[in-house]
């Protein structure tokens, strides 16, 4: 009887909820009323599904999509039907498994964490804009094209293609579609899980900024002027995003018409940490190639944020005009080990849209290389088509110019016996040119 006893605690223990210490200290507190209830993700269970992998192009994102909700639906099922109960708000998210929960008291999330299963309830992951960059009004005055377009020889390509038939997707603080270099190219889809507006706008300016490096059509600012763009407001108007903002986000991503081929993320947060990456996952199965800038916090080593320092993206850290590495770019590598950034992308001083109808800004930070990246991504998608990550991976990271490094560069680690990849640039700076093996 004392044997039955002690298993029959056994198994009440295994199947156990946790708290998020950190959690119910502010729950206690009255710090907070909301947290996320994170069940175990789904994803590889969907990747590894054979009739999947049997699919290709809409079809196998329209799969993928009804697997992930439905699968999440029924692993989701006990804890809504508890929260209910207890009148809780809810939202639910597939594309990562988790539920968002409002109106904790201390008595609600105990009798919430008593219900039977693997979860955890947590805080709410936040990011935001990395910090350090900076915003100057300036004139167009840098020739034809800006600088950075020019360093990675994107306007020698585009008697090929300048990113025709190519959709990318800016999550960020929106993006500014009066402005005279973004407005024809705006494919349609638009998303705010914020302030709800039906169409893209942009206070802050950092969506615009990056989407015009991306595609903008005047003044040379744009990496890929033919490609279009859609996006999703996943930071507010302070620059600061959540959790279930950028979940909403990914889920538009997977779900809106067009479907995006490439996602810009000039955004993060703390190092080492995988909220995202069941995200991320997503829209690697759908076909999606992801792009994330990797923070603004060197020059120390394992400064990278996430989601840039996490696998299965492309990460990009920021350089001069000068092919040097900016001294605030983020270097790897990341916690877990990772060679980061992947590869590196011109980031200081760049010239692109602002918050009106035709006025330019400069900013700086890795911020300013990603789109970079996603430009250049957009120029090889349109000129090979049937091309992916991997393609794209090998083709940037396997071409990249690869400045003279300085000591301060090779302080973070060499991962092989040479100079790159190397934990500042990465695998070097891009080279359209080369990666279309011109």
């Known amino acids: 009887m004392k044997f039955l006893l002690i298993l029959s605690t056994s198994l009440a223990l295994a199947f156990a909820g946790t708290v998020d210490p950190d959690l119910q200290t502010a729950v206690d507190k009255g710090q907070t009323t909301s947290a996320i209830l994170a069940l175990p993700q789904i994803m590889a269970q969907v990747e590894s599904n054979p009739a999947l992998l049997s699919l290709s192009g809409d079809s196998k994102v329209t799969a993928l999509v009804a697997s992930l909700q439905g699968l999440t639906s029924a692993a989701q099922a006990p804890f809504v039907s508890i929260a209910s109960s207890l009148g809780l708000q809810i939202q639910q998210f597939w594309s990562s498994n988790i539920i968002h929960v409002k109106g904790?008291?201390?008595?609600?999330?105990?009798?919430?964490?008593a219900t039977p299963g693997e979860f955890e309830i947590r805080k709410e992951h936040v990011v935001s804009i990395f910090p350090s960059i900076e915003v100057h009004p300036a004139e167009v005055n840098q020739g034809p094209n800006q600088w950075g377009v020019v360093k990675i020889r994107a306007p020698d390509v585009w008697s090929t293609t300048r990113g025709e038939g190519v959709v990318v997707a800016i999550i960020d603080t929106g993006v500014n579609l009066g402005h005279v270099a973004l407005a024809d190219s705006y494919a349609g889809g638009w998303l705010d899980p914020h302030h709800s507006t039906p169409g893209p706008t942009d206070v802050q300016g950092h969506g615009s900024h990056c989407a015009g490096t991306v595609l903008g059509t005047q003044n040379g600012?744009?990496?890929?002027?033919?490609?279009?763009?859609?996006?999703?407001?996943?930071?507010?108007?302070?620059?600061?995003?959540?959790?279930?903002e950028l979940t909403a986000c990914a889920e538009f991503m997977l779900t809106t018409n067009p479907r995006p081929h490439i996602i810009s993320n000039s955004w993060g947060g703390r190092g080492g940490s995988t909220f995202f990456n069941t995200q991320v996952s997503a829209w690697r199965a759908a076909g999606m190639i992801p792009i994330f800038a990797l923070g603004n916090s060197g020059p120390l080593c394992r400064t990278a944020g996430s989601p840039g320092d996490q696998p299965n993206l492309i990460s990009v850290g920021n350089t001069n005009d000068q092919d040097g590495m900016n001294f605030l770019s983020s270097r790897g590598p990341s916690i877990a080990g990772l060679t980061k950034p992947e590869v590196s992308a011109p980031g200081t001083q760049i010239l692109s849209c602002g918050t009106g109808t035709s006025n330019y800004v400069t900013m700086?930070?890795?911020?300013?290389?990603?789109?970079?990246?996603?430009?250049?991504?957009?120029l090889l998608l349109s000129a090979n088509p049937t091309w992916g990550f991997d393609e794209v991976y090998a083709a940037l990271t396997t071409t990249a110019a690869r400045p003279t490094l300085t000591n301060a560069d090779r302080n973070c680690g060499l991962p092989g016996p040479d100079d790159f990849p190397n934990n500042a640039f990465g695998h070097g700076r891009i080279d359209v040119v080369a990666a279309l093996g011109k």
């Open 364 to 378: 700086s930070g890795t911020s300013m290389a990603c789109p970079h990246v996603a430009g250049a991504t957009a």
């Open 221 to 244: 600012v744009g990496v890929a002027p033919a490609a279009k763009w859609i996006a999703c407001r996943g930071l507010n108007n302070t620059g600061n995003g959540t959790e279930v």
């Open 104 to 113: 904790l008291t201390p008595e609600k999330l105990a009798q919430l964490a």
